[in-house]
């Protein structure tokens, strides 16, 4: 094969703001973007140019296109690109591997979005990611290429678009909210049931309960997952918990959410559910609603089903569903066995609000929509992963101011899909760590909440007597592990406004 000068064979065009919605196009047939970096071009797809990067061992090796700034005058843009892939050894890190990236430099540090592309071998494939933009950014670079892995990657059709890809769907004429109550505020709790734990809600005035079915330890389930049978034995003992905490429930008169929070499979390191790399995975979903769905048909305690907690598709191979025509039928087992009850869907990926951004309604009735909310994740999450970083709220985290306001803007496109469709939000999950600095995870939670309140979302707190980290019953003590004796500042915030809740 002959190596080619790349400033001299690339194919791209950059086309004007004033034309259409492309600020970005790459084909490698024509000469007059040549970008910099390694990379050569060969035939590829379709039998046009193509461009060719490759490593012997996992290492760095990319080309770059600059992109005038001033072009993404838009708060979201959409990125696509169609590649190839031979012997793409395994990723150290979600992050690495092949690379579709944008360098983003801002005022107040940089940004690294990315197409999120499978390792391994496959054949051409077209690719697609929408990102929200951040503010104030001075430098633009597209990165294509190969990150800590080895192996050959071809790239054609590289894209970049303002603005993100039309969708569709109806406008209903009434929100639909899946109860009868004026607001549903409470907390998400389980696997493991306990009576008290359920009368103390009772005692909060919570009058929702998200029960989650989940495998513990979680990272070691994620594994274990990929077994069906040991899968099947763990659902049952689960079940067999929530039945519990549903006569309890209906004692206390609150109403539970059942959430289904292990896939079937499992998850890769990096997040990815197997379910969308592998169709048995996904028939074992349909049979476990199915399932679920049985045993709680006539349980009215239960008013919805979440179908899956924080899905994660990476690239969905070409036998199966992707999460959003997955969980459609997913609903449509349980209504042929439970017709009335709502489902819950929470968009790909991790149930973010970024999610809302490309999704279009399920062609469904009855549906509820939630999201997650962990933004800025470095803040909420600060100690975790054992990272040393002490950030405050309100304050600059990441190199951006974060206040409430900004808060707002992270919830946007969920603001958005529910003033487009009309459709009742349900925040499933938000939280900060209790040895935030100061008073920030209590201002943070107080302003999420504010939101929530301004929007009438429903929202669930997470969580309740799961791990301490989370717990508004312990200090701001890391070291301490016994709930305080007093009140915190936090569980007094949650329970003025249990205060306001009627129950069922």
């Known amino acids: 094969m002959k190596r ?40 590829g797809y379709k039998n046009s140019q193509s461009l060719l990067i490759e490593r012997s061992d996992p290492g760095h090796t990319n080309r770059r296109y600059t992109i005038d700034p001033v072009l993404l005058s838009d708060s979201t843009l959409t990125m696509k690109a169609t590649v190839k892939a031979e012997g793409i050894s395994k990723k ?13 430099e801002t005022e107040g540090g940089y940004h690294w979005p990315q197409i999120y592309i499978p390792e391994g071998d496959f054949d051409w494939r077209d690719f697609t990611e929408t990102i929200r933009l951040p503010s104030r950014i001075k430098r633009v670079t597209l990165v294509v290429g190969l990150e800590e892995v080895s192996g050959k990657v071809w790239f054609d059709n590289l ?22 109550l004026p607001r549903l505020r409470g907390v998400m709790h389980g696997p493991t049931f306990k009576e008290e734990d359920i009368r103390d809600l009772a005692d909060w005035n919570a009058n929702q309960i998200r029960w989650q079915l989940n495998w513990v330890p979680m990272k070691a389930a994620e594994d274990w997952a990929k077994d069906l049978e040991a899968y099947d034995k763990w659902l049952d003992g689960a079940l067999t918990e929530c039945d519990k905490a549903l006569a309890a429930c209906e004692k206390h008169h609150i109403k539970v959410l059942v959430d289904l929070h292990c896939p079937p499979g499992g998850r890769t390191e990096g997040g990815v559910c197997r379910m969308f790399q592998n169709k048995r995975y996904q028939d074992k979903l349909l049979q476990v609603w199915d399932k679920i769905a049985t045993r709680y048909k006539d349980r009215s305690v239960v008013y919805a089903y979440d179908l899956l907690n924080e899905a994660v598709e990476g690239a969905v191979s070409p036998d199966c569903l992707n999460w959003r025509d997955l969980a459609t039928e997913a609903a449509k087992v349980i209504r042929c066995i439970d017709l009335d009850k709502p489902v819950v869907f929470e968009p790909s990926p991790w149930g973010s609000a970024d999610g809302f951004d490309t999704l279009s309604p399920l062609e469904l009735e009855r549906v509820i929509y939630s999201f997650h909310m962990y933004q800025p994740h470095q803040f909420t999450h600060q100690g975790v992963y054992e990272d040393k970083q002490t950030l405050a709220y309100p304050g600059v985290i990441n190199g951006e101011p974060w206040d409430k306001e900004r808060l707002r803007l992270a919830m946007v496109p969920a603001i958005e899909f529910q003033k487009e ?3 009742q939000i349900y925040v499933g999950e938000f939280s900060a760590i209790r040895w935030a600095p100061g008073r920030s995870a209590f201002a943070y939670l107080r302003d999420c909440i504010e939101l929530f309140e301004e929007y009438k979302w429903d929202w669930s707190y997470h969580a309740f007597r799961e791990w301490d980290g989370w717990s508004v019953e312990h200090t701001g003590d890391r070291n301490d592990h016994q709930p305080s004796k007093e009140p915190t500042e936090r569980q007094q915030l949650l329970m003025r406004y249990f205060a306001k809740n009627q129950r069922p």
């Open 421 to 423: 469709f009309n459709v």
């Open 159 to 180: 894209e970049i678009h303002r603005g993100r890809p039309s969708r569709s769907g109806k406008r209903y004429q009434s929100k639909f909210t899946g109860h009868n």
């Open 92 to 104: 150290p890190n979600p992050w690495n591997g092949i690379k579709v990236m944008l360098m983003l």
């Open 4 to 43: 080619i000068p790349i400033l001299v064979l690339l194919l791209c065009t950059s086309l004007l703001w004033a034309q259409n919605r492309t600020i970005f196009f790459c084909d490698f047939d024509k000469d007059n973007l040549p970008g910099s970096g390694e990379g050569q071009i060969e035939t």
